[in-house]
């Protein structure tokens, strides 16, 4: 899938991205108007965290390989969880970071509905030979909570993340032993290079819709 539509996040991150939200009650979602400041506003957001997080994540897991070695690179992605962002004011405020695919790693990013519905959104594009979305902007609500809105960003497999994403019978085994000893659920392995992978997905509380612009 090298000319999909896509922006390249590295698969490895997979493992990094804990769904950092609890359980909740049965979901009610939808797709969020272009058209609306609010989706603007949110989607920004949501692209400029979803690069910082990858820049930084995959600068930190090359630092390892590179000083290292692939076991303790494979130990820093299990043991990487990361919590939303420090809120900024006039800035919408982020609830969750995830990783969700329709075959995980860490059994903690199972897709929820709400997830489900973007990652067959994204997979019903490529099986029809069209490019998929490039960002998806979801509102999702549940009983006696407050709307959260989602960002997801489809991410692909890059050549590296083979390494650890691979077929299973390609792996170096000491990568197997480690998935083995961390992930015993995965079912995360089998891609080819440039495969899409799943969805990388900030929420965020319901944003404060703008001010009216000022007029003289």
Request: hydrophobic share 40%.
């Amino acid at each position: 899938m090298k000319n999909a539509a896509y922006p390249v996040v590295f698969a490895c991150l997979g493992a990094c991205l804990w769904a950092q939200e609890p359980a909740k009650p049965p979901l009610k979602f939808a797709w969020a108007p272009a058209d609306d400041p609010l989706t603007a506003t949110v989607r920004s957001a949501g692209e400029k965290l979803i690069d910082r997080i990858g820049g930084s994540l995959l600068i930190e897991v090359e630092r390892t390989l590179a000083t290292k070695g692939l076991d303790e690179a494979v130990e820093l992605m299990h043991l990487k969880s990361l919590a939303p962002p420090r809120p900024l004011e006039g800035k919408p405020r982020v609830t969750a970071i995830k990783l969700t695919s329709f075959r995980v790693r860490e059994p903690r990013n199972t897709p929820d509905e709400a997830d489900f519905a973007a990652l067959d959104l994204v997979r019903t594009a490529l099986n029809a030979g069209e490019a998929p979305p490039k960002v998806i902007v979801q509102t999702v609500d549940a009983a006696d909570t407050p709307t959260e809105w989602r960002v997801y960003r489809p991410i692909a497999v890059s050549p590296k993340c083979l390494l650890c994403h691979g077929n299973s019978d390609s792996l170096q085994p000491q990568v197997r032993y480690m998935l083995e000893r961390l992930y015993p659920e995965d079912k995360a392995t089998g891609y080819s290079a440039w495969e899409w992978r799943g969805l990388i997905r900030v929420s965020y509380a319901a944003p404060v819709p703008p001010a009216p612009a000022k007029t003289n």
